[in-house]
Nanobody, 116 residues
């Protein structure tokens, strides 16, 4: 499975962005998918995930502002990010294939920069 993320950019605090991640190589609906992020000098952290049945999970730091969704027909997962804050600045990575202990597939990152 190859994952291609897009949609990052430079925005101001309070703005919105929508990240997309398109998968190739296998039917997307077979996998749980999600997003992680890594800010400069910090460890990579979980942002959100959507599971095969459609249930979702969001990190506390983004609850109420970010929403993960997916379009199985387009093999794409989205991360709608509203009310962005400078602390959301990071490289965002999409992932797929939750095994119960790790994510099997990682895409390349897309940079999100939020200015104050």
């Amino acid at each position: 499975v190859q994952l291609q993320a897009s949609g990052g950019g430079l925005v101001q605090a309070g703005d919105s962005l929508r990240l997309s991640c398109t998968a190739s190589g296998r039917t997307f609906s077979s996998y749980a998918t999600g997003w992680f992020r890594q800010a400069p000098g910090k460890e990579r952290e979980f942002v959100a995930a959507i599971f095969r049945g459609g249930s979702t999970s969001h990190a506390d730091s983004v609850k109420g502002r970010f929403t993960i969704s997916r379009d199985n027909a387009k093999n794409t997962v989205f991360l709608q990010m509203n009310d962005l804050k400078p602390e959301d600045t990071a490289v965002y990575y999409c992932v797929a294939g939750w095994t119960g202990s790790r994510w099997s597939y990682w895409g390349q990152g897309t940079q999100v920069t939020v200015s104050s």
